[in-house]
C-alpha cells in the first residue's frame, strides 16, 4: 500500500497542476468587416491578419496580470452595411471582447465606434480613411493607416503635376468613405488649377456604368476620377473599354487599389491607366514586408489583398498595451493604447491625442501587365 507520504505528495502535486489549469485565462480579440458580399476577399484579408497575429501570440505564451492568457478571435461579418455593423458593435460589447479590430469602411467604422465608446472597448480600424472616424475624439478609436485627406490629396497631386492632366471627371459610390474621398480629391484638384468637368455618383452595389461613362465621354475628360470600392471600380473599367475610354487615366483609393482588380477588371486593357492611393508603405518597403508576406501566403495562399498587415499590427498593438498595463481589462489598459510606441510589420506606431497616426505613409500604384506596382 502507497504510504501517507507518498499519498500526500501526490495530492500535492494533483492541486498544484489544478491550480495552474485555473490561471490560463482566455481572451477574446475581435474582428469585424464584410467577409460576405462583393467585397469579402477584402474583408477576409483583415481577418487573416488577426488570425495570423493570435497564432503568434498564443505560440508566445503570455503571461499578463499573473495568468496564463490564451487569445481567441471572434469573428463577425457586418456585410459592409452600417446597420449590420451597429448590431455587430452592440454584439462583441455585450460578449465583452477585449478589442476590436475593424470594421473594414469608413461608413460602418462611424457608426461602429459611437456603439464601442460607449461600453468602453477599444477598437482600431486596419482600413477606413475618413476624417470623421476621428473627429468626435473617441478614446477608444484609432486608425492604423492615413486617412483620406491624405489619401485624395495625394492623387490630385500627381494627376497635375506629374502627368500635367488638366481635365478630370469625379465619380462617387455616396458612401462615407467614397464621398469623402472624391471631396478630397475635387478640392486639391481645383486647387492645382485642374477642371472638374464632371461629377456623378453612383452606389457601392451598382454594376453598370454605361451611362453615367457615355455623359463623362462628351465632356472629354483627361481622367476619371472614382471614389469607390473594387468591386464597382472591376466592372466600371470593362465599360470604359466598351465605350473607346482606354486611353482615360482612371484614379481611386485604397478601397480599388487591391489584387484582384485585375480580376473583377477581366484583365481590361484601361487597367494600365489605372492609379490608386494607400494609407501607407507598400509590403515591399515595409520592415520585413516580404518575409511577413510569405508567412501569410503560407497561411492563406491566394487571399492577400492589402490591409491584412495592418489588421495584423492593430492586433498587436492591443496585445501591446495590456501587456503594459498588465491587464487585458479594456477599463486598465486602453489608457495604454494612446501612449503606444510599437515597431510593427507596417510602420512604428504611434498615435496623437484623436487615434490618428503620428507618422501616416502614402503610398501610390498602378498596374503593370495587371500586376500591382509600387510608384513610390
Not at 121 to 145: G, H, M, V, W
Not at 197 to 202: G, P, S
Request: proline fraction near 4%.
Amino acid at each position: 500500500m502507497p504510504s501517507a507520504y507518498f499519498c500526500l505528495a501526490a495530492a500535492l502535486v494533483l492541486a498544484a497542476s489544478l491550480a495552474q489549469a485555473q490561471e490560463v485565462q482566455t481572451v477574446e480579440i475581435a474582428h469585424a468587416g464584410p467577409t460576405s458580399g462583393g467585397i469579402a476577399h477584402i474583408g477576409k484579408d483583415t481577418e487573416n491578419g488577426v488570425r495570423l497575429a493570435i497564432d503568434e501570440l498564443n505560440a508566445r505564451n503570455l503571461v499578463i496580470g499573473g495568468k496564463k492568457i490564451k487569445f481567441e478571435l471572434l469573428a463577425e461579418d457586418d456585410a459592409g452595411d452600417p446597420r449590420q455593423a451597429t448590431a455587430v458593435a452592440q454584439k462583441l460589447c455585450d460578449a465583452k471582447v477585449a478589442g476590436v479590430v475593424g470594421h473594414l469602411q469608413s461608413g460602418t467604422s462611424i457608426p461602429a465606434a459611437t456603439v464601442y465608446n460607449k461600453c468602453g472597448i477599444p477598437n482600431i480600424t486596419a482600413s477606413a480613411t475618413n476624417p470623421d472616424l476621428t473627429k468626435p475624439n473617441y478614446k477608444t478609436t484609432f486608425r492604423l493607416i492615413a486617412n483620406d485627406n491624405a489619401l485624395g490629396a495625394a492623387l490630385a497631386i500627381y494627376a497635375h503635376d506629374a502627368l500635367k492632366l488638366k481635365k478630370v471627371a469625379v465619380i462617387d459610390d455616396r458612401t462615407a468613405y467614397g464621398q469623402g474621398l472624391a471631396n478630397v480629391f475635387k478640392a486639391t484638384a481645383r486647387q492645382k488649377g485642374m477642371e472638374v468637368v464632371a461629377e456623378e455618383f453612383t452606389t457601392d452595389k451598382a454594376t453598370d456604368f454605361m451611362a453615367i461613362l457615355t455623359g463623362i465621354k462628351s465632356k472629354k475628360p483627361d481622367a476619371i476620377f472614382f471614389g469607390g470600392l473594387d468591386a464597382q471600380a472591376g466592372p466600371m473599367l470593362r465599360q470604359m473599354e466598351q465605350l473607346g475610354l482606354s486611353n482615360v487615366k482612371f484614379f481611386g483609393g485604397d478601397a480599388l487599389c487591391t489584387e484582384k482588380l485585375p480580376d473583377l477588371a477581366s484583365k481590361a486593357r484601361s487597367m494600365k491607366n489605372v492609379t490608386c492611393a494607400t494609407g501607407g508603405a507598400s509590403i515591399q518597403k515595409m520592415q520585413g514586408g516580404r518575409q511577413w508576406q510569405k508567412k501569410y501566403d503560407a497561411k492563406f495562399p491566394g487571399q492577400f489583398q492589402i490591409y491584412s498587415p495592418y489588421a495584423y499590427d492593430a492586433t498587436f498593438v492591443l496585445v501591446d498595451a495590456m501587456k503594459r498595463a498588465n491587464s487585458v481589462d479594456p477599463t486598465v489598459y486602453l489608457p495604454f493604447i494612446g501612449k503606444t510606441k510599437y515597431q510593427g510589420v507596417t510602420a512604428s506606431i504611434a498615435f496623437t491625442p484623436n487615434g490618428e497616426l503620428t507618422k501616416p505613409a502614402v503610398t501610390l500604384y498602378n498596374y503593370k501587365d495587371n500586376v500591382r506596382v509600387a510608384l513610390n
